[in-house]
């Protein structure tokens, strides 16, 4: 049986059915923004390895980092015991997230971040002896990842997750509207421990842009009502809207911070939220401490190439290069709206989104991008890229050709 038949037939793909799954394809090796299929085809990555690999693939700086890192020790527990990559990456996140947040939790996914947040707030209330604050607020089309707890906080009625509508906590949804806003944490803050957004871009829920009025609107609400914020920058951290963190362009100051994906620049799973001392000292109040620590809790080896990769983007004259991208992208996707199979079309920073007002076929869409030279994950109506920031104008104009002749 040739390799892949078996492979479809044993090997769990993400969101995939099994067996029969969609076709999936086969890469030998990925160096700059290529990825080089078993068929010898080489194509642009325009998915950045789900918005992580943004320095590319098979970067110098990063290898090393791990091959230095690999002489040392690969992993150690952390309970109990500490190491060298851990105590130098906190500092640099302390140092570049916004200035309240003193205080990080390693975490081994974005999942795993946000159900640490979540928790986080929730013991941060009955710590204070406010048991009765105990839901959240998510905005709708919200997506926070695939555990329960964050399940329960993607938007129900227009999510992946929609299955589970009825398994899950039930907790409170509003759109990113600032009236609507309002009259939600009238109705609800008695009973709200923190609200939970994806600042800005809302990623997987649906690749849509709201202003930054918005979220400033919702800190000024959160703190007239005694409710936490939560950032989950997961998707949008590290630079990817044209900010460092996109709460940045609304000059706000969530209480708890998520990162994860491109934290490692895409080389190991690697999560943090980052909390502020209130929040810290208020969860061990009455003697409690947060009962949390995943086994590879701050794995060295993803901690000191998260750190390289961080030096690396700071040190890399990378506003510029996501501004550039903007700029490509919007010239190279405007085409489109002339088209009648296209209902909008959106850009911000290195995120450039076609929606079509059809469902996309994507198998067929897919195999047609790849015969152009480009590898991207449409999902629903939308044909979405995130490339790399190290891609090259041509690479952009690659993209936005291959995605322009669907
Ligand atoms: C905003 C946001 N939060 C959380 C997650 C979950 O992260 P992970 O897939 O690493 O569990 C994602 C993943 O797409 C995300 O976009």
Redesign the pocket.
């Known amino acids: 049986m040739p390799n892949l038949a078996w492979e479809q037939q044993h090997v769990w793909h993400p969101y995939a059915a099994m067996p029969n799954p969609n076709p999936v394809y086969q890469v030998t090796s990925a160096y700059g923004v290529d990825l080089t299929l078993k068929d010898c085809r080489k194509v642009i990555d325009g998915m950045s390895s789900?918005?992580s690999a943004i320095h590319g693939y098979n970067v110098p700086e990063l290898n090393t980092a791990i091959e230095k890192q690999l002489q040392d020790m690969a992993h150690v527990m952390f309970g109990g015991l500490t190491h060298q990559p851990a105590i130098d990456l906190a500092k640099t996140l302390i140092n570049i997230t916004p200035t309240n947040l003193e205080h990080v939790f390693f975490a081994d996914?974005?999942?795993?971040?946000?159900e640490v947040a979540l928790k986080m707030a929730l013991q941060y209330q009955i710590g204070r002896k406010k048991d009765h604050k105990n839901k959240f607020l998510s905005l709708t089309n919200a997506?926070?990842?695939?555990?329960f707890a964050?399940m329960s906080v993607c938007d129900p009625n227009n999510s992946m997750h929609h299955l589970y509508k009825g398994l899950l906590p039930t907790h409170h949804f509003v759109a990113p509207d600032i009236q609507a806003l309002r009259e939600a944490f009238e109705a609800h803050h008695h009973e709200l421990a923190a609200m939970i957004v994806?600042p800005i871009v809302q990623?997987?829920g649906g690749m849509l842009f709201y202003p930054a009025e918005v979220l400033q609107e919702i800190r000024k609400l959160c703190d007239e009502y005694d409710v936490l914020l939560i950032a989950?920058?997961?998707?949008?951290g590290f630079g990817r809207t044209g900010k460092l963190f996109a709460c940045e362009h609304a000059d706000i100051q969530p209480d708890i911070l998520?990162l994860?994906?491109a934290l490692t620049g895409g080389y190991l799973?690697l999560?943090a939220v980052l909390t502020d001392l209130k929040i810290s000292q208020g969860i061990q109040k009455e003697g409690h401490i947060l009962m949390h620590g995943p086994t590879f809790m701050a794995n060295p080896l993803a901690c000191a190439v998260a750190k390289a990769s961080i030096d690396l983007l700071l040190d890399s004259p990378w506003q510029a290069r996501v501004s550039n991208i903007e700029s490509q992208l919007q010239e190279g996707l405007a085409p489109c709206l002339q088209s009648d199979k296209v209902a909008d079309v959106r850009v911000m920073g290195a995120i450039g989104v076609i929606e079509m007002k059809d469902a996309i076929d994507i198998p067929n869409v897919q195999a047609q991008l790849l015969d152009n030279g480009v590898w991207l994950r449409p999902f629903g109506k939308l044909l979405y890229t995130m490339p790399p920031f190290i891609c090259s104008d041509k690479h952009i104009q690659h993209i936005t050709q291959a995605m322009t002749s669907i």
Do not use: F, L
Request: hydrophobic residues 35%.
């Open positions: 789900w918005w996914s974005g999942s795993g971040a946000v997506y926070h990842g695939d555990t964050a994806e990623g997987a989950d920058e997961i998707a949008t998520c994860g994906k799973t999560a």
